[in-house]
């Protein structure tokens, strides 16, 4: 082949290699665009994304602290309005007197907070936070105690404390004098290291534990125990059933048969005021006299009920939460039959004078229907044209009545309060005036149109009662105890450490805090220390004992000086910021 055949097939061969690198560049750069296309492109977290997310979330320590305060918020409520749960008759006196917002409230449930939906939620969420975020932490520490104390840093003075001195002091000497001030101690090449105030965390881990333990106790007791409402007048007993209560609320696992089976009887209620004075009428002392038999085979014994002082049978707790008046009547009918015989509770409407009202039903009656609003009048004085109470106390017991006749409503399947009469169907009997002429004990009134007549037969006194039982109680006052503990060490102790270096006769001694704000106690602490050192050293037998018993540091407290204790300036454990 000639020489121009040559160079004509070399320069086609050329440019079939520069095609073919412009090709592969080309393919680079498009495979280079795509890649950077997708990397750009976002990509959704996925399910068990978004379920690490919410957990991490869901246990962060903000998380908790803000769950913390909206558990707290949500307690407020349930201080402010009346709970079901504790005074019903104040709830009802509240719809009473704000109908209208009494309705609204009720939507949100504020008249029964603690055990609202919303409550509980906080509640849940609450607890899961707090045990993800204390088990984590707890096993930290538990490693963290295990662990020797870091080596000694190359350079003393450098640290926030720190002194030298000339002096005979040996290691060993040093490793004691640190060990009777309570400090863990490891020796190293020409070094000593100490610390001391590990039971900062294991406060701050017991204060967070505690609470978890609160809150279970809390949820144990709304499991398996049960609370109940229930009236009583003087006379009158209670047999622990769930029909003898006027409000019963069951936890989830109570079943009728896990009530404990006692009874009482109402003997006699004594309530004691200020007399005279700037005070008069401000109450003293409540007092029932309860005849209580623990089981139905019990001989009975008297018990004294007071405000915050409980009855206790068998764990069951028996609450003076509220008092008043329970005038009796004798009711005659048109036909001279007695259609009701006996007390009737009334309401407060006035706490300082305890000027009550009440209402009579009585739907035997015949020829119609009868029923009666009363205003029970204390202590009466006359003022003007109306009469007054001025004396909670029954100095001067008087009613007022107004009396209705026609049909009760008894009969439609409604539900009607023992506190209100609907006078829908009802018309008055007589003249109704707004001050009617009080009754004294033992005088009748009688009705127009021959109705009958209505007696007022003496006075006699009710309290409401809350019954409880809560297996959690004993358990939440421990956990309680041990969380005020736990507070206290985190708030009081503070984590320190002391290093020593003696070269050549020269001692060198840092210090470093790890508790912020913590740094002027210790200067007082580490100057104790240096002086300590400074002093006369102990004996040799003195050396290697332990004085004292100190914070119980864990297993790594067993081998003070380590046995195998690296030979340089570095131990395991050791961290670069500590060097």
Same mark, same amino acid.
């Given at each position: ?80 309005? %009346? ?68 080596? $000694? ?21 040093? $490793?004691? $004098? ?15 290291? $100490? ?240 001050? %009617? ?143």
């Amino acid at each position: 082949m000639s020489a121009p055949d040559d160079l004509a097939s070399a320069e086609r061969d050329e440019a079939v290699r520069d095609e073919a690198v412009r090709d592969e560049a080309a393919a680079i750069e498009d495979a280079r665009q795509e890649g950077t296309q997708e990397r750009a492109r976002p990509v959704g977290l996925g399910p068990a994304g978004w379920m690490r997310w919410t957990w991490r979330t869901l246990t962060s320590m903000r998380t908790a602290l803000i769950l913390l305060f909206l558990f707290a918020l949500g307690s407020v409520p349930g201080s402010i309005y %009346p709970q079901r749960g504790v005074d019903p008759s104040r709830v009802a006196q509240y719809f009473k007197d704000n109908p209208a917002q009494a309705k609204w409230l009720d939507r949100f449930w504020l008249f029964d907070v603690f055990s609202s939906p919303w409550f509980a939620a906080i509640y849940l969420l609450l607890f899961i936070s707090l045990a993800g975020c204390v088990f984590p932490r707890a096993l930290t520490h538990l490693k963290e105690i295990r662990r020797r104390p870091p080596a $000694a840093p190359r350079n003393l003075l450098r640290l926030p404390h720190s002194e030298a001195f000339e002096g005979g002091l040996t290691l060993a000497q040093a $490793a004691a $004098a640190l060990r009777r001030r309570r400090f863990r101690v490891v020796t190293g090449d020409g070094w000593v290291s $100490a610390e001391k105030g590990y039971l900062r965390e294991t406060g701050n881990l017991l204060f967070h534990i505690a609470l978890l333990a609160l809150l279970f106790a809390i949820g144990a007791g709304g499991l398996f125990g049960y609370r109940g409402n229930v009236l009583v007048v003087e006379g009158d007993g209670f047999s622990n059933a769930v029909a003898a209560y006027d409000r019963f609320m069951p936890g989830s696992r109570v079943t009728a048969e896990s009530l404990e089976p006692f009874s009482f009887t109402l003997k006699d209620f004594q309530a004691s005021y200020v007399a005279a004075g700037e005070k008069q009428g401000q109450p003293l002392d409540y007092l029932a006299k309860l005849s209580v038999q623990d089981s139905p085979t019990a001989a009975p014994r008297d018990v004294d009920l007071k405000v915050n002082d409980p009855m206790d049978v068998n764990g069951t707790l028996t609450y003076l939460i509220g008092h008043g008046y329970a005038p009796t009547f004798r009711v005659t009918d048109g036909k001279g039959q007695v259609a009701y015989d006996g007390p009737v509770p009334c309401l407060a409407d006035d706490q300082a004078t305890y000027t009550s009202e009440c209402v009579i039903k009585v739907p035997d009656a015949q020829p119609t229907q009868l029923g009666f609003l009363v205003r029970f009048l204390p202590t009466t004085v006359p003022n003007g044209n109306a009469w007054v109470s001025v004396f909670p106390g029954a100095a001067n017991p008087t009613v007022q009545v107004f009396p209705f006749g026609g049909d009760l409503g008894l009969k439609s399947g409604q539900p009607q309060s023992v506190y209100q009469l609907d006078t829908t169907n009802l018309k008055p009997l007589g003249t109704m005036s707004a001050q %009617p002429t009080p009754l004294n004990v033992g005088e009748t009134k009688e009705l127009a149109d021959g109705a009958g007549k209505i007696q007022f037969t003496g006075v006699k006194e009710w309290i409401s009662l809350q019954i409880t039982y809560d297996p959690g109680r004993e358990p939440a006052l421990l956990a309680a105890a041990a969380a005020v503990i736990g507070l206290v060490l985190s708030l009081t102790i503070r984590r320190r450490r002391v290093w020593v270096r003696v070269k050549d006769g020269k001692v060198t001694v840092g210090g470093l805090t790890r508790t912020e704000g913590g740094g002027a106690a210790f200067a007082e602490e580490f100057a104790q220390i240096v002086t300590a050192l400074r002093g006369e050293p102990p004996t040799g037998d003195s050396a290697g004992a332990d004085q004292g018993g100190g914070e119980p540091d864990g297993p790594a407290r067993a081998g003070h000086v380590a046995p195998d204790a690296p030979t340089g300036n570095a131990a395991p454990g050791a961290r670069p910021d500590e060097e």
